[in-house]
Structure formats: structure tokens, C-alpha cells
């Protein structure tokens, strides 16, 4: 592989991960210079190693995510969590000004990080199934229809181009540092670890308010960086 460059990844409290990305424009989209950008945000999101990457977090306020989750990733996981988690192998691609639509709203909950919050994860729940419309590379239309681990990727990633970072939507009393997740809290379903955690809180405490589901709690796969 050809590494065109690694970029620096901007981190939680930089306010460009704050602020509502701009749209591009077709022509913007076919410049020379952009496809080296995507090219450089490639490399930088398989340096980290993560599955997205959207452009605020490398300091860029354009609508503009990358994504790939490799079957070489995927094999390292146990079969059951790579079931449970419905995660199927991610194509790498570009998308340019994507919008996003639930299809399928039953929350799913596990545990994902960020390269802007490293070394921490957070059980996030996020929707089943999406609808994902953008342009391509080549300033052409794509849909794409998502469930599982591909759906929470693109949720994560079209959240930056809205200056929403995963710790807006976690379960905050979840939050841990990575290591502290693969110490005390791996294998556990996402209800479990909720209802431990739970224990000895106020009764007014508001994220207690959330209801945990059924889905099991997974490796600490940051989703920029799986385990994004
Ligand atoms: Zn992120």
C-alpha cells in the first residue's frame, strides 16, 4: 500500500469538531486536490486504525466521511460478538454531503470510541438501520442501505459533520477508558454492565432514565477506531 500521508487527528475540545461541516460543491468534489485529501484521510484512517473517519476530525469543516471496516478486522473477532454485533465487512469509499435516515429505529446498544476521544469507549445506543444518500468520488449519487455495525458507523461518522461527538449520546455513566473496559467490562451485555453501574447512583441521576436493551456489550472497538 501506497501511504499517501497520515494526518493529525484532532482531538475532543478542538471547537472544529463543534461546528456544522460545510456542503461541497460538484466541482469541489472533482478537484485533483480533493481526491488527494480522501486519499490522505484513507491512510490516516488505516494508520489510527479505525473505520471512519470524518473530515472535521483531521481539522477539515467539510461534509466529507471515509469508512471501511476490512474482512481482515472482522476475522479477528469471536464469531459470536461479530454476530451479535451484525458486523459485516464495510467497503472503503468516500461520501461527499451524505444524509442520513433511520430506517430501522430499535435502539442497539454497545460499547464504540472515537479517534477524537482516545482511549476511552462509551456504550452508545444507536439506531438499527439507516439510509445513507451522499455522492461519490465522482460527484455521482449513491444510497446506501445499512444494519448493524455499517449503520452505527455512518451514524458516528454523519454526526461529526453536525458537531455531534459520541459522548453526546452515550450512556455517560458507561464511560471508560479502554483499558478499564477490557479489565472489568468485556463479554458483558450492554444490560448488564447498565444495571452495575447503576448501583449506588441517585435515583435522579437522568441518564438512568435510558433503558438498556438486550444487545451484549462488545470488545472496545472505537468505531473510527474498531476497538475506532
Ligand atoms: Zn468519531
Do not use: Y
Not at 56 to 85: F, T
Not at 187 to 196: C, D, K, R, Y
Not at 206 to 223: I, M, V
Amino acid at each position: 500500500m501506497v501511504v499517501a500521508s497520515v494526518l493529525k487527528i484532532v482531538q475532543v475540545g478542538n471547537p472544529v469538531l463543534r461546528q456544522r461541516a460545510r456542503a461541497l460543491s460538484r466541482d469541489e468534489i472533482l478537484a485533483p486536490s480533493m481526491s488527494l485529501l480522501v486519499e490522505k484521510m484513507r491512510d490516516t484512517m488505516r494508520d489510527a486504525p479505525g473505520v471512519g473517519l470524518a473530515a472535521p476530525q483531521i481539522g477539515e469543516s467539510l461534509q466529507l466521511v471515509v469508512v471501511e471496516d476490512r474482512p481482515e478486522l472482522l476475522e479477528m473477532l469471536d464469531p459470536r460478538e461479530r454476530a451479535l454485533r451484525e458486523r459485516t465487512p464495510l467497503p472503503f469509499q468516500a461520501l461527499f454531503n451524505p444524509r442520513l435516515a433511520v430506517v430501522d429505529p430499535t435502539p442497539v446498544t454497545f460499547f464504540e470510541g472515537c479517534l477524537s476521544f482516545a482511549d476511552f469507549v462509551m456504550l452508545v445506543p444507536r439506531a438499527r438501520a439507516v439510509r445513507v444518500e451522499a455522492l461519490d468520488h465522482q460527484a455521482n449519487p449513491v444510497i446506501l442501505e445499512l444494519r448493524g455495525w455499517p449503520a452505527r458507523i455512518l451514524q458516528h461518522e454523519v454526526d461529526h459533520l453536525r458537531g455531534v461527538v459520541c459522548v453526546d449520546r452515550m450512556h455517560s455513566r458507561s464511560l471508560c477508558r479502554a483499558s478499564e473496559h477490557a479489565r472489568h467490562w468485556q463479554g458483558q451485555s450492554a444490560e448488564a454492565v447498565l444495571a452495575t453501574l447503576a448501583e449506588g447512583a441517585l435515583e435522579t441521576d437522568p441518564d438512568l432514565a435510558h433503558e438498556a436493551n438486550d444487545n451484549e456489550a462488545n470488545d472496545a472497538l472505537p468505531l473510527d477506531k474498531p476497538p475506532a
